[in-house]
């Protein structure tokens, strides 16, 4: 045991200390990308949920407008509401990528058809209903897109749950305490030993 340990002590307490290096660069690299990924998920997911909110303004404002626009006017609208559609699905694959469910194809339906449809004939004849219809559509330009991005930010908090307290409030200095000692008098004890026999 001395002769191997006149030999390769030395090599082993390097051996060790790299170990222990690579163990923590490990740990670190782990952690920033972590980090990282949370971190642009939060930044697609906050363009997403900009973007529901200024259509959601949008929406509001035409429909309350509806009957004083042209018919140009109105194409322009259905139009650009067609390529927000486009850009909320790109968002949804995009941020699928990081683990994140978001909107149903329900909720994008839903979405695309307070945009676009518009009363029926059957229903401009009709006063009531028309405004009815308007009724519902301002109503739900407002309430409907709060509550999506609000389901969306629940999604993200589920999935990234915040940190409340330190990790070292979790558990009990004593506790912490109990849990690494065996541990570094282990570390310490070996590497002594093969200090101890490398210098004798």
């Given at each position: 045991m001395t002769a191997f340990l006149d030999n390769y002590g030395v090599l082993i307490s390097v051996g060790c200390s790299f170990l222990f290096l690579l163990v923590g660069w490990f740990i670190v690299l782990n952690g920033t990308k972590y980090i990282t990924s949370r971190n642009e998920a939060r930044a697609t997911l906050n363009d997403l949920n900009k973007l529901l909110d200024e259509t959601s303004k949008s929406a509001l404002s035409f429909w309350l407008d509806y009957e004083?626009?042209?018919l140009i006017k109105k194409q322009i609208f259905y139009k650009n509401s067609l390529s927000v559609i486009t850009q909320i699905r790109h968002y949804k694959e995009i941020l699928s990528y990081y683990g994140l469910d978001i909107l149903s194809e329900k909720e994008i339906q839903d979405f695309k058809k307070l945009l676009?449809?518009?009363?029926?004939?059957?229903?401009?004849?009709?006063?009531?209903k028309l405004k009815q219809f308007f009724k519902d559509?301002?109503?739900?330009?407002?309430?409907s897109m709060h509550i999506i991005i609000l389901n969306n930010n629940k999604v993200f908090l589920?999935?990234?749950k915040p940190v409340q307290k330190p990790f070292i409030d979790k558990i009990s200095i004593i506790s912490f305490i109990t849990l690494m000692s065996p541990l570094s008098f282990s570390i310490g004890f070996f590497l002594g030993a093969i200090t101890a026999y490398t210098l004798y």
């Amino acid at each position: 045991m001395t002769a191997f340990l006149d030999n390769y002590g030395v090599l082993i307490s390097v051996g060790c200390s790299f170990l222990f290096l690579l163990v923590g660069w490990f740990i670190v690299l782990n952690g920033t990308k972590y980090i990282t990924s949370r971190n642009e998920a939060r930044a697609t997911l906050n363009d997403l949920n900009k973007l529901l909110d200024e259509t959601s303004k949008s929406a509001l404002s035409f429909w309350l407008d509806y009957e004083k626009k042209d018919l140009i006017k109105k194409q322009i609208f259905y139009k650009n509401s067609l390529s927000v559609i486009t850009q909320i699905r790109h968002y949804k694959e995009i941020l699928s990528y990081y683990g994140l469910d978001i909107l149903s194809e329900k909720e994008i339906q839903d979405f695309k058809k307070l945009l676009t449809l518009s009363p029926s004939q059957s229903i401009e004849k009709d006063k009531d209903k028309l405004k009815q219809f308007f009724k519902d559509k301002i109503l739900k330009s407002g309430t409907s897109m709060h509550i999506i991005i609000l389901n969306n930010n629940k999604v993200f908090l589920a999935h990234h749950k915040p940190v409340q307290k330190p990790f070292i409030d979790k558990i009990s200095i004593i506790s912490f305490i109990t849990l690494m000692s065996p541990l570094s008098f282990s570390i310490g004890f070996f590497l002594g030993a093969i200090t101890a026999y490398t210098l004798y």
